[in-house]
Structures are given as C-alpha cells and as structure tokens.
C-alpha cells in the first residue's frame, strides 16, 4: 500500500513539475491584448484590479511572515482597496520590507510566471498560484475579501483539473500578462493622487516614515520595479 501511494506521489510530482509544450505565438499575442482590454479601459479595470489587490496585499502578507512579524488578517474591499494587519516591531528592516512589497507585488509574481512559462512549467504555475491563494484565503478577514479570493482561486481549480493543455497554456499566458501589465498602473495611480494632495497614507509615504527616504523615490521604485519586471518578463513570454 506505501508503495502505491509512494508511487502515486511520484507521479503527481512528475505531473505538475515537468514540462509542457509552448502555445503558438499566436496565442501569446491574443493573450496579451486580453490582458491589455482589461487593465487599459477604466470600467474594466475597475472590475480587474480587485485581483492586482489580491496579489498586492498577499505580497504584504507573506514578506510579513517571511521576515518573522505575525500576520493577523487581511481584507480586501469593494473599491479595491485593501488592508494587510500584522504584529511585529513598528520599525526596522522587516517593517520596512513588508511596507515595500505590496507595489512591487504583482510585477514580481508576473516576472517569476514568465519564467516559469519560459521553461515550459505551466502546470506547476497554475498549482503554485493555486496553493498561494488557499493560503491566503484562510487569513482573510472579511466577507467580500473572501468571497473574492475564493472565487479567484476557484478559476484556478476548474482550469487545472477539468480543461486540456491548450487551455490551461492560454489561461496561465493571460494570468502573467495581466500581472505584469496590471502590475504598473498602480503606482501611476498613487502618483496622481498624491499630486491632488490624496493618499498621505500609502505605502510610500509609510515608507517614508520608516526610512527617512522621500516618498517620491519610493515611487520611483515602484515604478522601476514594475516596468523592469514587464520589459524582462514580456521578453520571456514573447520567446525574444
């Protein structure tokens, strides 16, 4: 029986880590004028950029418990805006990284799914970002933020198990398009807002006041992190 089971493991193991076969080109290409149809027109990305929040806050999250504070709780709401608590020192190096991930987030998840893409590891990209938003959703606090990752989770499920390779190839390009390309607009929006005089409480301006760094090179950071993450990982994706 333990050697059924061991066998089994091996399998599955072999499944998800191994290869699969690129999609054509012409699939790439659809995939990425997709992502662009809803990150670039506003009603859309009022609807998409709940899950640039959900990587954006997840980001806070795990760098929080990576760098030793205790996570509480997160919350995602309908505005799209989102909260990351967790326990810890109010300073030093692990505040400092846990302020600074959520921006650079969702770039970096879309910069390792195009390498994971360029090497063929689909599978494994659809069950590694499956198993992240499970994490997560046991640390959500509040009912639209779990009604969210849930569903965004459950997409993932359904295109693992119950479609072909073709499929799976098109779903996963399309989720690191939209991270990369989701992933910028962002912090062009926190850039306007503190031009009005708004968000004097974002993750910049924390940073700030952790650092003694101005908040604008925080900015620049965020914006530096971003384009680099979709020039390398749009490289990746198109094969060039």
């Not at 149809?37 to 959900?54: M, Q």
Request: net charge neutral; aromatic share 8%; hydrophobic share 50%.
């Amino acid at each position: 029986m333990d050697s059924i089971a061991t066998a089994s493991l091996a399998s599955l193991w072999d499944e998800v880590s191994g290869t699969q076969p690129d999609p054509d080109l012409w699939v790439v290409i659809a995939t990425l004028v997709a992502a662009l149809a809803v990150v670039v027109p506003h009603g859309l990305w009022r609807i998409s950029r709940n899950a640039i929040t959900i990587a954006h806050e997840g980001g806070h999250g795990l760098v929080a418990l990576l760098t030793g504070r205790t996570l509480t709780g997160i919350r995602l709401h309908s505005d799209t805006s989102g909260l990351t608590v967790s326990r810890g020192k109010p300073y030093g190096l692990g505040m400092i990284l846990t302020a600074a991930a959520g921006y650079t987030a969702p770039p970096l998840l879309g910069l390792g799914g195009a390498a994971l893409l360029d090497t063929g590891r689909i599978t494994l990209l659809l069950w590694l970002a499956t198993f992240l938003l499970v994490a997560m959703l046991v640390m959500i606090r509040n009912a639209y933020g779990a009604l969210t990752v849930f569903l965004t989770g459950g997409t993932f499920v359904v295109v693992s198990w119950l479609t072909g390779p073709q499929v799976q190839a098109a779903f996963a390009y399309a989720v690191v398009w939209f991270l990369l390309l989701g992933g910028v607009r962002p912090a062009f929006e926190l850039q306007a807002k503190r031009a009005r005089g708004g968000a004097g409480d974002s993750d910049a301006d924390q940073l700030s006041r952790l650092t003694h760094v101005p908040a604008g090179l925080w900015l620049f950071l965020f914006h530096a992190v971003s384009l680099c993450s979709l020039l390398g990982g749009g490289r990746w994706l198109l094969g060039v």
